[in-house]
């Protein structure tokens, strides 16, 4: 073990970071959101699953289909595929049908389109006719649109096949109608009871549907018996209007947290059907304005010339383009054809060429400077994009959208840049093996410290997008709090809440300022830090492994309450063999022994890194560090030693040496002895040694103050543990008269 320290030492920094907390409560895995179903592209804000869309635009996918086929939600309405701009999605709507036979009605299959409970779509007004076929036919459509509801038809007729009119819906053999605005259902009929004498031998049946205008073509041949069904087995497409909730924009916009319009180039419009609003890339970009960084810039100069003209030096800029004409054709009109004419002049022909060659050289010039200026913006915004795609980072922005509450954001580069100054040396403070640490200050004026890490494994990138969701939502008082992070550079950068009075280990080591610490101190920090681990790995499944635990991890707040910091870094480092040779995971003094052996990280390596924690707190000797002479000392060596020949009190910080409760300590390093175990199925977990400090630090309250008044302080964070079945508030009344009172504050399962 000490040859591999050796090994190691290079590597060995301290690092120190400020990190972590959150908001919300639970901790859930979130999926990964499909983007398609079957053929059928699902883009955002519709999704398929919880977690993937926004409320009202989820779709079923069912794969009992081959391929599947997707449906609105459990409302029964197969889509046939969505556009976001302009807003609407296509659903196929069943052709209603009845028979008759010389005298009466025969059969008969109605099967109504009905959305009521996605009030997110309507039935477009303006892209569908209602439409019913017959040769004497009454048909009605109706449906919710509020009170009162709707009603309407039309009426057609004919005497035989050969008048039924081709190609037209006016009243012969086919007829049509339009539908109000808002309806959320379509019901049809028909009028029975009309005498089918005269037609029945050649128009049996009677249809009626609501279909995408200009999409059906009449003919004769849909009058005879089951022809016009049959051709259409899966019915015939209705357009759907949707829109984001039932505010306008101006309302939805003052609610940021659920605001929909995401991209920072993009335009909220309000539904021109019903309520709500839809949102739209800004003019000279495309792509989805549901997501941050949906809407791309177009690169008009490679676009179509009717759409975008120009005939001169093209140059596009974001979000626009620019068109001039070429040195000595200024004058006219870049824009149209032959609209550069060359610009006449009555200089000497030699000096012409002259300025012309002097010009042309300058121009080629700047022209290039600016190509290549240009050039390199555009490549810059591409890698960008890039990163922030490999990162992860639509699916992270589509949960947090879909996440209600979330205060994590995705920072841009330039956010970060400005908070620290573009990373200005002079903020950094703390460095190590994993990254950098700057301080900043956001726009908000709230102080952040901003990690920069070094490296990532490729594939890993993949999982970080949903490792994040699941760090914002760690909420513990004794965890730091992230706030966000920014993936739009290749190894995404984590901003944490800032946390003033510096580490542990600068609180334990500082030689120049010592700071006298209490017993009672060191109890409380190593409990603090024992119940944050043990809600670490406790909180999600699969357990989130700290990977890094000591003494510069565990920050220190205003009221020298503790705080674990860079959690987050164990997701961030390379996990397979080629890689650990080159990052050890880790710091050394702090290095499980058994992850040497197998490179594998467990909640029993946080175990023993806390075990030598443990011994900071009651040596104030530095994990592993070099005398005078040279020689290497490993605390955890001169530990074992210690507790070998029993003289624990050798070691012991000076402060702790003199009047204090030597049961105590004794009890104390029994606790961090069980922590160092080298076998780790031997070690003790986190919660176990988080229940012993508590027990410790107990027993010491009662010697120190022999008062029966206790109150046992509960805050949520604490309700997370799940094995916990009941918990309770004590409170003694402040005459000590011993009357109890229980809030019962949390009662999981039970049915107690
Ligand atoms: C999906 O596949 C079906 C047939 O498999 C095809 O008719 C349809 O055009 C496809 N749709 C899209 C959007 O590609
Ligand atoms: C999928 O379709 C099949 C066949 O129509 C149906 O039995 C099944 O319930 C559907 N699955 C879901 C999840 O709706
Ligand atoms: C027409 O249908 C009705 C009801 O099904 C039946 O009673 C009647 O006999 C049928 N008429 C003819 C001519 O088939
Ligand atoms: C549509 O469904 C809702 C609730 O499921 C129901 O109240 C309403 O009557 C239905 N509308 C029609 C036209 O069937
Ligand atoms: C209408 O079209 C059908 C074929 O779709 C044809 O048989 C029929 O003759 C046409 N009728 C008229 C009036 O053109
Ligand atoms: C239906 O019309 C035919 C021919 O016009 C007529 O003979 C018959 O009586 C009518 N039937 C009814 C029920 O009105
Ligand atoms: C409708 O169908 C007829 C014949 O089937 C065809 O000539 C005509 O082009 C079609 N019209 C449209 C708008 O598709
Ligand atoms: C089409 O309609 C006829 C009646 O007009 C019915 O008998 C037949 O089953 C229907 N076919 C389909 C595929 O729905
Ligand atoms: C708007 O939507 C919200 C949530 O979907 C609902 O609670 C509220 O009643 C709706 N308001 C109106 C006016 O429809
Ligand atoms: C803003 O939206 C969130 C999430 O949808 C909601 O909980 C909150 O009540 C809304 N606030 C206002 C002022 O409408
Ligand atoms: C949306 O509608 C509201 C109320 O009708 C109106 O005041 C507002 O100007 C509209 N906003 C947009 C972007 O059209
Ligand atoms: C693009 O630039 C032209 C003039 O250069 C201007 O008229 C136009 O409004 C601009 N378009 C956008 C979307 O800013």
Redesign the pocket.
Known sequence: MCNLHHLFQLLCLMIFVAALKATTTTTTLMPSCQSHCGNVSIPYPFGIGAGCHI??FDILCNTTFHPPRPFVGDTGAELIDISLIPGEARVYEHIDWVCYNETSLVDYEFLSVNLTTR?VYKISSTRNKFTGVGCYTLAYVGGDIGNPNYLSGCVTSCDSLASAMNETCAGSGCCQTTLPKGLTSVVTGFAIGLNNTVVWDFNPCSYAFVVEQDWYNFTSADLMFGHLNSTNQKGVPTVLDWAI???TCEEARRNSTSYACVDKNSECLNSTNG?GYRCNCSRGYEGNPYLSNGCRDIDECEGPLDQYPCYGICRNTPGNYTCSCPRGKQDGDPYTKDGCRSTGSSFPLALKILIATMCSIFFVTVMSFGIYLGLQKRKLIQIKQSFFEKNGGSILQQQINSFQGATFKLFTLEELEKATNKFDDKLVIGRGGHGIVYKGTLEDKRTVAIKKSKLMDEGQTQEFAREMLILSQINHRNVIKILGCCLEVEVPMLVYEFIPNGTLFQYLHDKIHKISIPLDARLRIAEESASALAYLHSAASPPIIHGDVKSSNILLDEEYSTKVSDFGASKLAPKDEAQFATVVQGTCGYLDPEYLLTCQLTEKSDVYSFGVVILELLTRMKPFEFDATGQEKILASIFFVAMKEDKIENILDNELKVGVDMVLIKEFSKVAMQCLNFTRDERPTMKEVAQSLETLRKSKHHVAAPSNQQIVHLDQDDRVENTMSQEFVYTHDATGSGNMEILSLLDVGNGR
Do not use: V
């Open positions: 409320q009202g009030p909730g039932n505010q309520p």
